[in-house]
């Protein structure tokens, strides 16, 4: 394994790719964060969950699943490495059972990455770890981020029994903190039944542009794809991709699943389609390996975090800034 | 929680979803009829069943799944409280191993909701239940009903092992007994090896209009909502939705499964394209919750459910007899 | 089904233990306290959990399993019914992700059965929700109460990450506010490794009586019981059963199993063996249904919450105050 | 593979024992019974169940774990092979869903064997089969049988829901027929929770000897065992063995399971014990697959029917009739 | 059961179809080759695995779920039987941990099929098993085969570990030895990250045509089969179905799993699409029942082998060689 | 975490146990021996087993599970840490599908650690890697090994499919190479069916000490203890413990699986009486991790490698060479 900088995955075709210690894609686990493009760390916070809980044990998940990756992206036609150097952070300090001093926790110990210039790619954890990444990328720049949301919920309650965070509330509070751009910010997939029919507009009350699962179901990939492009070129995008955003039968470990999502190879279609734009910060969050019996859910995140990958590396290799 | 009529769950922003005894979407547990819309019901009864058997236990799987659900329903732009009244009923008296008795029993028993003027929504359960069901539903009315039957078998046996009842035999026996006008019933998603090439004309011999899971994929499901409407448009309908119409893939607990079916997407879609039509009762079928690990063919059958009960807020909302 | 007290269980001989709504035994869902001589309550919160995490269905899961329960305790010679009057009570409020304000929450809700003279089972729910359960218990007499804890760890620790209450404190806060009288309660089960020697000691230090794991294997139950008997005997006594005291491979599903442990029928000896000591409460806490894939977990869990209630039928019928 | 009796398993050190079709040991799949002392043949029947369901698939189970079994056993100092000669008769019929026609059907099939001179091993199925599979053995001999029932549960109640047979009742009619003489008859490992007192003293009022599960734990299997070769010695003896009887962290895979039963190691040596009685037929029920999540339950089973060939290889070598 | 030939499997109207051994479609377990068209044999071996290995198990479990396919194909409109005789075979031998003495032992025993003029259908087992019974098929013809391949993987490494044959080498090995003709040979659904763009070019490089996966996706099943047709009409085909061409969600149980691939639906279009090409062996290999825990793999397995028999049917039936 | 030895894992009442890449006991992962008392290293290989497969996923499963463990040994009165430096070496190189080349490899790589006076614990694997493993221990000094070994089978056989190696062969060779004096030697736990009376004997007629599982199960664990501190005192000793020495109950998830085991509860005393004895190296092979639904076998394994480590520590702080 490389003793510095530029780092990378040992060779799979020398030691099998289940040997050593499960970091994701076998990448050195290495905190500083020198001559670093991208820093996978985990977050296995979940106390904001409101039905089932054990996203903590995400990360760990996504991490085992990971190391099938192989560094070269056929369908982009991109070599993740060398073209990035790439480490395995570990994961961020947090406090179960106690959510604003976690949220705290994860804030400062993200914008390490965000001052350092390296593009962090976050495991979650529960959706409620969004908020404080965000917090965390705000923070080095001055105008609000686009946010470009998967998800089925939009996440963006004021708050659950009586005004507290939770999993359902990370993007109300990043509005309100104007972490985000809610005009130049889009939510993909939202679908099934809600409390009342004010949450059917909030999303658009509040600015967000909203693609339903039914709209993307009946307009296509392509279609949607176009939309994100003219809305999000040029801007500085906070990816963040909630696994419930793809159908149970592709993605069962979650906490709050709605029927009626998207296959692997829809998710795969969506992602591969981003290039071209600029993102600062990746998450993948809701991935519950406790009802993952046969480890899809998180084979199929470690997948799409690698989509995440394969962007950043288009990114630095052709520049961008379109 | 309500002490009377109209009867509605819990504020899930008050309560947590999974907190409390289990009945469906939380809604009281009343044997009371009065001011009550509709009532789901379990038929806890499985010895119909010819392969797996278990799916005595697809009540308590179904009812658990459904916590969380929320009352609002987006796409059809609906609130089922408190534009409905309902409840759930507990379950309907059954004896296991013995067929014939549980048969008189179950029909003895649902006919209490349509004297009362309930539409029922049943949660298997095998198939063989429908037929005493259907009995119930056809002694409180002059003409046979129409058949929705959504599955991937046509349950049109004569009998097995020499004339016996079982899960495979219901709508013939349903057909004798002029309970339902084939040529107003249609079935949906038929597949899978039969045993001669009597079985795959038996349907249309019988007078069923039939769309074979092959058709459906190739036409569309719009297409296919066209057909439906025209055929059942006006008539009293039974509609029965066994849970092996889906693939298993989204739907992996189930008795009876045959692979090329439909994901939960689509399903969703049949049955909202369904409004319109006027449902006497429903039920949900076939669900095993011994062979379903991570939980989601509940949690369809229950969000499946939760289409039904729209369809029935918006009967009531709208008026229907088109 | 009765429609008032005396409040008992359906004749499972006349329908199938399967069938209905699953409450405790399949006893009436009543909030309402007069003529009720125990109730049992479910306390779904987990969020003191810092491993694994999950127990807010524990509640759900020990309902489920209890309804193969029979009325008549064949080893206790008693028959639960008629001799007691008992609900299933449905849950405390909680909030999940909040801890203070479920303990607030919970010792509001639980004190309501001690000042109505009814003795509450409660269902976890992680270790945590012990303490508000004991300040409830507390709240209504004059002297501390004598704890029963079996457990393979002792919860005595000041705190978690710099003084926070997790599932590993509860006895500890309920000796600082006096809940309990270490000297005349006893620590059963302590196992497993532990942080540094001071661990070790602690439960000493602090009074306990505590009979390790090893020790009850090689003193036998008898021998422990007979210490238990003279210690407790006259007492008001709180009992605690972490499901953790239990092996694994009897008890898989737990937040933070200890192999070692002991077996389902050494269990039902100890409980059995408590006849003729006062309680006043129960709690079966850390059962934890995703991972416990066979159901055994939750099915000793109500096995051994079946005994609980033996021991009160006992003290009902034979008085005890020995 | 030999082509005619004696018959006996493949050579596990030339072909690997998971390869090929599974029958019980890798058996020669064989229905002529010339030359045979013992056959196995599945009772795939579960209509009788009257909890969870699915023992129907208990034989295919129990066949596929048994093909680990090897040819010698050491405690018994016997070689299975070629001291018998013995085949997989494949499955008896049944009709699904229909007991009295399929009890009919299993003792008519069942009759062969005992015409035959072969010493039949049965592979449940639920607890209901013993009965035609007593009125088959009682139907070549004329003296009642004695019954040696390992079991949780006693199986003499006198019907359920008005007098209908299930496996909670095989015994009772097998009194009632004289199939089985209780006074030379024994049931050990009875516990759980009864419907009331009567069910207690039930046992005894017909006859039976009882080893209660508490008494088998605190005598001992040397005690016990004493006991029944004292009552079965020179008797013919059928040996039914529900797998409920063992504790559900031993045999989680079972329709009825009751806590605080018996480990492996338990049943092994009393089954050892045995040696010197006379065994006319055998049968392992209960198995239950689909609750059997690591295969432990079918394995236990698998090598306790290997216990049953084993006394049969030594009452061919040694004679017994003591 | 038929004592001779023709074979065919019992009538399932008749025995329910969970009963007896269970063979391929309870196919009679027959070793001599007259009289028979079709051969279903296992070959489980899995020692060429580099990632999750236990596919040696494949055959068992594609077997179990095979027992509830029925004889007659609604959407090819043929009778599988008596149109065809066909036999389970039982398993090739091998030698588990041995791979170049299984491959020897493998081909020796496939030789026989292909010399007595059976199409032999191959249950594997991991991919390395197409080496050998590509072999075998060579070897009684004087030009080299059409290979048609579906899987998300080329299968063309040159080597593993310095040289080493695996299941990722088969059909380079294949070509080398020109058991296989490139240039009439087509690899179907190929996905997923891959060591670097040289492995991207290979098959194209080697001769193969190439359809990956978002090919696949976006041109559609219609205009995929139309380029197979007129590839392959007229060719000795030999089909190769890694079950990972599939998507995670409908067949998780094989070793090396590739998110966004096909679901159940496609593959039986796919395969019912080849009807008139000539086929003279088939496998289908990569299945994995530790990881199926709903058995859908093997069950989607099992439907597809059933396609490879309806094939066979409609070439006897109808004659081929377009 | 220490940059520098003296190594030890993070502390747990900080940062949760649950958080980071898992190493064994989150120990840091270093491959540099210097300061280092114990290095855990992984030996993923499992191409020798001869039933169920898939032990190369072994260590990363107890490496998981061994996060739950905590630095003080209660009943052995120790401080793993600071007593000693402990690392987690990573995994040895393995060739799947290999094994002569994996075993050189294999031993090469063990080497180090004896050459560096390091103690190395080994995760396998399956039991085959004992053999490099002993070849390494061996290497270094003058005389042959005591082995004390748990186990259910003898793993003695001379070879398997002709003269090949296989899990069930690593101690012939050892005897045959002189590794291992068999007359200081031990072999703790056998049982289950054999091939013949040849292979009771074997063990015997090869000099080694048997204690046979039956025998441990009547004679108590302090008496056998007495035995093996007899014989071993003084020597150096190798330890090797399969884990399907334990019964399935408590470790479900191995390769070939005996039935009539041993409990959790028994290993440990059984390995916390070996204290006083010399060390030089030790192993877990076997552990499965697909068949170990609950996680209770990985978990298991953790706890005893934790012994075997408490032994360290003691063999440290007191000095031993009794």
């Known amino acids: 394994m490389s003793s510095g900088p530029p780092w990378h995955p040992p060779d799979g075709m020398r030691s099998p790719r289940y040997g050593g210690v499960r970091t994701f894609m076998r990448l050195p686990q290495v905190t500083q964060l020198d001559g670093v493009d991208f820093a996978v760390a985990g977050v296995p916070f979940d106390t904001g969950a409101t039905y089932r809980v054990g996203a903590r044990f995400g990360p760990e998940a996504i991490r085992s699943a990971s190391v099938l990756l192989r560094p070269y992206h056929p369908e982009q036609a991109v070599a993740l490495f060398p073209t990035l150097s790439g480490i395995d952070y570990g994961d ?152 419930d955003f793809v159908d149970p039968a592709f993605a069962p470990g979650t906490g709050t699943p709605e029927t009626g999502g998207f296959s692997g190879a829809v998710c795969h279609e969506l992602l591969r389609g981003l290039r071209g734009l600029d993102f600062v910060a990746f998450d993948m969050v809701e991935v519950l390996p406790s009802h993952d019996p046969a480890g899809i859910t998180a084979l199929l995140a470690a997948n799409l975090v690698y989509e995440f990958i394969a962007l950043l590396a288009l990114q630095k290799r052709d520049g961008s800034r379109g």
Do not use: K
């Not at 926790?105 to 350092?116: G, K, L, P, S």
């Open 92 to 243: 961020l300090p947090t406090v179960p059972g106690y959510l604003p001093r976690s949220h705290q926790d994860i804030a400062a110990a993200a914008e390490t990455f965000f001052r350092a210039g390296v593009t962090p790619v976050f495991l979650g954890g529960d959706h409620s770890v969004s908020l404080p990444l965000l917090r965390a990328a705000a923070s080095v720049r001055d105008e609000p981020l686009s946010l470009l949301h998967f998800d089925s919920h939009g996440d963006i309650w004021s708050g659950y029994y009586g005004g507290l965070d939770t999993h359902g509330t990370p993007f109300r509070r990043a509005l309100e903190e104007s972490l985000i751009d809610p005009r130049q910010s889009i939510q993909i997939g939202l679908r099934g039944s809600v409390y009342d029919e004010h949450d059917v507009q909030l999303s658009h009350d509040l600015g967000f542009q909203v693609v339903t699962a039914r709209e993307l179901h009946r307009r296509g990939v392509d279609d949607v794809l176009q939309q994100v492009q003219e809305l999000l070129r040029g801007r500085d995008c906070y990816l963040s991709f909630d696994i």
